[in-house]
T-cell receptor, first 111, second 114 residues
Framework: GESVGLHLPTLSVQEGDNSIINCAYSNSASDYFIWYKQESGKGPQFIIDIRSNMDKRQGQRVTVLLNKTVKHLSLQIAATQPGDSAVYFCAENTGGFKTIFGAGTRLFVKA | DADVTQTPRNRITKTGKRIMLECSQTKGHDRMYWYRQDPGLGLRLIYYSFDVKDINKGEISDGYSVSRQAQAKFSLSLESAIPNQTALYFC?????????????FGPGTRLTVL
């Protein structure tokens, strides 16, 4: 069945280091992928997205990589800051309304 | 960011009680969604609506109902709350004019059913 999963439930990084959060998806028909950030007490917020015709997209301090061959998605955060501490979700959809969310990875940033 | 608001933010109730959660949005989006979030699980879709009075079941609609009487409002009801409906509930919106479905979420309602 369709699923979007994350390799690690928690990730701890030192402030200033780069963070990499991974995600696996199983629906080869998915053509749009999104990363959301959820801070404590708040709803998920859009970080960055990527379409299936791309393999890399960069934002401010964040980069998303898509490997369709192995159905893998990753979020890279450069120079991780305390404010980056949150739960990060990957999500996929097939161009319609239906979005499938992963369980999330909690990122801890150590000062 | 108050584009999508939810009330109440926290609610404790007893088994068997009827509960209504409200969602309002000022984004002008036509599509609205209700999700629940449980520890260790991703967001799961309860109901969604593409327009006023349009209602569609999601993957876990049993025990819930919704109402969309205006474009800006989408309410979720638990007709007779049970303890396993204890969860964090999120409302979201999206714009049909976008080919890809970026959703905008409210701050969530934490519901506890005793």
């Amino acid at each position: 069945g369709e699923s979007v999963g994350l390799h690690l439930p928690t990730l701890s990084v030192q402030e200033g280091d780069n963070s990499i959060i991974n995600c696996a998806y199983s629906n080869s028909a998915s053509d749009y992928f999104i990363w959301y950030k959820q801070e404590s007490g708040k709803g998920p917020q859009f970080i960055i997205d990527i379409r299936s015709n791309m393999d890399k997209r960069q934002g401010q301090r964040v980069t998303v990589l898509l490997n369709k061959t192995v159905k893998h998605l990753s979020l890279q955060i450069a120079a991780t800051q305390p404010g980056d501490s949150a739960v990060y979700f990957c999500a996929e959809n097939t161009g319609g309304f239906k979005t499938i969310f992963g369980a999330g990875t909690r990122l801890f940033v150590k000062a | 960011d108050a584009d999508v608001t939810q009330t109440p933010r926290n609610r404790i109730t007893k088994t068997g009680k009827r509960i209504m959660l409200e969602c309002s949005q000022t984004k002008g989006h036509d599509r609205m969604y209700w999700y629940r979030q449980d520890p260790g699980l991703g967001l799961r879709l309860i109901y969604y609506s593409f327009d006023v009075k349009d209602i569609n079941k999601g993957e876990i609609s049993d025990g819930y109902s919704v109402s969309r009487q205006a474009q800006a409002k989408f309410s979720l009801s638990l007709e007779s709350a049970i303890p396993n409906q204890t969860a964090l509930y999120f409302c979201a919106t999206s714009d049909w004019r976008r080919a890809y479905n970026e959703q905008f979420f409210g701050p969530g309602t934490r519901l506890t059913v005793l």
